[in-house]
């Protein structure tokens, strides 16, 4: 089975500019999360989606948003570029048979994209 | 105080050694532990997930988890130079089934051959 994808792999752009990340989760996973890792921060959540709905959000201003397809594929975007938005950006894929309370399913990461911001 | 905290090391073995690494988290009632492997300049791959008190073993691998101390632990036994990364705990604190794993700053490690 093919894991998380994540395209593009690297990004460079400028202040002021927004980008769009794509996610393909695992076949079969319904549960998409956004995470950003920094060497200062280390690894933060940004927001998870579950059938097309975003379910939980972290500490992140609203230039960072994100939608999720019916097919599960996932998409986050960062408006007006900041340069401390440059980041690994990991999407990760979890199963979720039944969405229901019961402390999250195991997460499967992609490679990430690299994104710098000059 | 941080979500999940974990000795940033660097924590040094030698080759065939047992590597201890620690973690504790804030959230009495979080739910669901993992820890996890990232290799420099790669993102992070599971080791181990643990869901109850005590241990469970994969390989060389064992997670440890005291809820009531609110303390996870991960055993590496026979440590090789391939272990040598950088090892993540991370908590899911949400209880209605969300995903919002809190993720510690990792230790790394490094296994001299």
């Known amino acids: 089975k093919a894991g998380v994808t994540q395209t593009p792999r690297y990004l460079i752009k400028t202040r002021g500019q927004q980008v769009t990340l794509s996610c393909s989760p695992i076949?079969?996973?319904?549960?998409v999360s956004w995470y950003q890792q920094t060497p200062g921060q280390g690894l933060q959540f940004l927001f998870e989606?579950?059938?097309?709905?975003?379910?939980n959000k972290g500490n992140f201003p609203g230039r960072f948003s994100g939608r999720q397809f019916s097919n599960s594929r996932s998409e986050m975007n960062v408006s007006t570029l900041e340069l401390g938005d440059s980041a690994l950006y990991l999407c990760?894929?979890?199963?979720?048979?039944?969405?229901?309370?019961?402390?999250?399913?195991?997460?499967?990461f992609g490679p990430g994209t690299r994104l710098t911001v000059l | 105080q941080k979500e999940v905290e974990q000795n940033s090391g660097p924590l040094s073995v030698p080759e065939g050694a047992i590597a201890s690494l620690n973690c504790t988290y804030s959230?009495?009632?979080?739910?669901?532990f993992f820890w996890y492997r990232q290799y420099s300049g790669k993102s992070p791959e599971l080791i181990m997930s643990?869901?109850?008190?005590g241990d469970k073993e994969d390989g060389r691998f064992t997670a440890q988890l005291n809820k009531a101390s609110q303390y996870v632990s991960l055993l590496i036994r026979d440590s090789q130079p391939s272990d040598s990364a950088t090892y993540l705990c991370?908590?899911?604190?949400?209880?209605?089934?969300?995903?919002?794993?809190?993720f510690g700053t990792g230790t790394r490690l490094t296994v001299i051959p």
């Open positions: 990760a894929s979890s199963l979720e048979l039944t969405g229901l309370a019961g402390g999250g399913d195991t997460q499967y």
């Open positions: 076949s079969g996973h319904r549960s």
């Open positions: 989606y579950f059938s097309e709905t975003q379910r």
């Open positions: 959230d009495r009632g979080s739910q669901s």
């Open positions: 643990i869901y109850s008190n």
């Open positions: 991370a908590v899911n604190r949400d209880q209605t089934g969300a995903n919002n794993l809190f």
